[in-house]
């Protein structure tokens, strides 16, 4: 296991994990999972998206953006309004709904990070985000 350990790809794809069901236990009892709560947390960030925006921004296939919208939508965190401007056209658009539930979910949010990093004194987590911000930029497509 050491040998694992000394792999940093091995120990990003395990903090994944870990990270992962923390969130997804902290989302549950709102019905939502880190998918939802990444689409919420960009939504939160724009006027409105496409659907073909949102798999682009946030990584997932085209198909699943629709299901995760749909379940937004049944949940009236998320609503389709027509495009400005091109109305065969559909945004997705965050609601008050969405946003409240947002501020909520960003409570457990930070209540996981601060379980993920507690190891980390403030300087390191500070060197820490810069680094792993830094690296997700790179790799962006």
Known sequence: MRA????TGYLLYRLGLHSGRLFNATLE????????YAMLRYLATVE???????SERLGYDPSAI???VDDLQSL???????????????????????????RD???GSR?????LLAPLDPAERETLQQLLARVAESARD
Do not use: M, N
């Open 29 to 36: 009892e709102f019905g939502l999972r880190l998918r939802h």
């Open 105 to 107: 979910t960003d409570k």
């Open 111 to 115: 209540r996981v990070t601060e379980q």
């Open 66 to 68: 629709v299901s995760l």
């Open 48 to 54: 409105g998206a496409l659907q073909r925006e949102l």
């Open 76 to 102: 009236g965190l998320v609503e389709r309004q027509p495009a400005p401007g091109d109305r065969r056209s559909r945004v997705v658009v965050l609601t008050e709904r969405g946003a409240e539930v947002l």
């Open 4 to 7: 694992l350990h000394a792999d």
